[in-house]
């Protein structure tokens, strides 16, 4: 099994961006680099599932011995996880790019504040300030959630 499920979630491959004195937040640059790390990101994850596809056909035996036949269904397992975490986090760049087409990307969905370019570059599918966003979490762990 190759190593790049650690790497297939990454979407640090990006120049951050230059902030200019007075420029208008979410402004049409601002989108554009936001709507290029979002689908570059997607692009990577959706690349790493053909690859997982590939791979396990590829990998695919009828071991004799139940060792190497549990370690492989194992391997794959794994693969799979990790895959399925990925399909969710390409369903919320997909929601991401949603809110970029409806003009709402980059404002808190909770307060309506300015969340950040730095804090969409750290997570661009960020969907809360960080104050709201740690409000909930200080929330759900009052709740045992």
């Known amino acids: 099994m190759d190593n790049k ?24 640059a601002q989108v554009e680099h936001f709507r290029s790390i979002l689908l570059n990101w997607k692009r990577s994850l959706m690349e790493e599932v053909d690859r997982t596809v590939h791979h396990m056909q590829d990998e695919a035996a009828n071991f004799p011995d139940p060792t190497d036949r549990a370690t492989q269904e194992s391997e794959f397992s794994l693969e799979l996880r990790t895959r399925d975490r990925e399909r969710k986090l390409i369903r919320k760049i997909d ?13 808190c969905e909770s307060c309506g504040a300015d ?19 740690s409000l909930e979490e200080i929330r759900e762990r009052q709740l045992g959630r």
């Open 5 to 28: 499920a650690s790497s297939s979630s990454s979407y640090t491959d990006f120049t951050p961006y230059e902030l200019k004195d007075g420029e208008e937040y979410m402004n049409d």
């Open 95 to 107: 929601s991401s790019l949603r809110r970029i087409d409806d003009h709402d990307f980059g404002f």
């Open 115 to 133: 969340i950040g370019i730095r804090r969409l570059e750290a997570r661009p599918t960020a969907e809360m300030c960080v104050d709201c966003k």
